[in-house]
């Protein structure tokens, strides 16, 4: 199967070029190594680049829209029926990922370990999908800290009054003109 660019950016097939710009300028900035605190933000930045790279010119776009077209036509019903539970999630989600590595998780009173677990974070929740549902896994917790605290995060200085924070799995991060940067881990 042909790997689908417009699902990468959150579009149909049928979207315009203003719409393909808009989707890549969104998801480059969300997803930017350099800024972003994802888990798999290089990697999801890869993908999104490659996708708006094929998407944004006309030749490329014409000739990757023919061959999408003929190996979407090749997909069998059930193939196409546990798509469209993937994408049910994924517009659900303010963000999601997929952890390549051995997770271990407690559901239902039984250890399972996991690979290649795809996470989804949804408000302040993150959920994992398993035997095609959705699993609270846990919170995020946020509050504001009242007063001055001066941080140096990248060789650059800030002084923040009032700032915001989150605790997400014994890990503290600090929202700075809305991107979170992690100031402390559980390690």
Same mark, same amino acid.
């Given at each position: 199967m042909l790997w !689908?660019?417009?699902k990468t950016l959150g579009?149909?097939?049928t979207a315009t070029d203003e719409d393909i710009k808009k989707a890549y300028r969104s998801l480059a900035k969300a997803?930017?190594?350099d800024t972003s605190t994802h888990p798999n933000a290089a990697e999801q930045f890869r993908l999104i680049t490659i996708a708006y790279e094929t998407l944004s010119g006309p030749d490329t776009k014409s000739e990757y829209d023919k061959k999408l077209k003929g190996s979407q036509e090749s997909y069998t019903k059930s193939e196409t029926h546990k798509e469209d539970k993937k994408d049910e999630y994924s517009l659900m989600a303010d963000y999601e990922f997929t952890v390549r590595e051995k997770e271990r998780f407690l559901i239902d009173g039984e250890e399972l370990v996991l690979k290649n677990t795809r996470h989804l974070l949804i408000k302040d929740t993150e959920y994992i999908v398993y035997n095609d549902g959705l699993i609270n896994i846990g919170g995020i917790h946020r509050f504001?800290?009242?007063g001055t605290?001066?941080?140096?995060? !990248?060789?650059?200085?800030?002084?923040l009054e009032n700032a915001e924070h989150y605790y997400q799995k014994g890990e503290e991060f600090i929202l700075i003109n809305g991107i979170p940067y992690k100031i402390k881990?559980? !390690?």
């Open positions: !689908d660019y417009y579009l149909k097939i997803y930017h190594p504001k800290n009242s605290e001066r941080y140096l995060i !990248d060789g650059t200085e800030y002084i881990s559980s !390690d």
